[in-house]
């Protein structure tokens, strides 16, 4: 089992930044990835990016140069770290682990944090 906690999100103005958190607990040593997913109103969630426990990352199209994904490995905690704002990135920003076990594969979920981007 895994438990993501997510903070870091507000309100923004466009060119600004934010760095999004999310801290990790439980049986982590199951956990192949994780990622930030998004989801704005009236709009499927979708992949911003991924980061392997191998440290390979991984960012949609729609947001490479401005968002990076870290990891710090010693306090299981990944970061998002988003530049130039624009108000399309107006979003719920959400945690995600991919957990395995022998048991099989499932995804886990933080509560989301908003992201809010004024012109």
């Known amino acids: 089992q895994v438990q993501l906690v997510e903070s870091g999100g507000g309100l923004v103005q466009a060119g600004g930044s934010l760095r999004l958190s999310c801290a990790a607990s439980?049986?982590?040593?199951?956990?192949?990835?994780m990622g930030w997913f998004r989801q704005a109103p009236g709009k499927q969630r979708e992949l911003v990016a991924s980061?392997?426990?191998?440290?390979?990352?991984n960012y949609a199209d729609s947001v490479k140069g401005r968002f990076t994904i870290s990891r710090d490995n010693a306090e299981n905690i990944i970061y998002l770290r988003i530049n130039s704002l624009k108000p399309e990135d107006t979003a719920v920003y959400y945690c995600?682990?991919?957990?395995?076990?022998?048991?099989?594969?499932?995804?886990?979920w933080g509560q989301g944090t908003q992201v809010t981007v004024s012109s």
């Open positions: 995600n682990a991919k957990y395995s076990d022998v048991n099989g594969n499932r995804d886990y």
């Open positions: 980061i392997t426990s191998g440290g390979t990352t």
């Open positions: 439980g049986i982590i040593r199951s956990i192949s990835a």
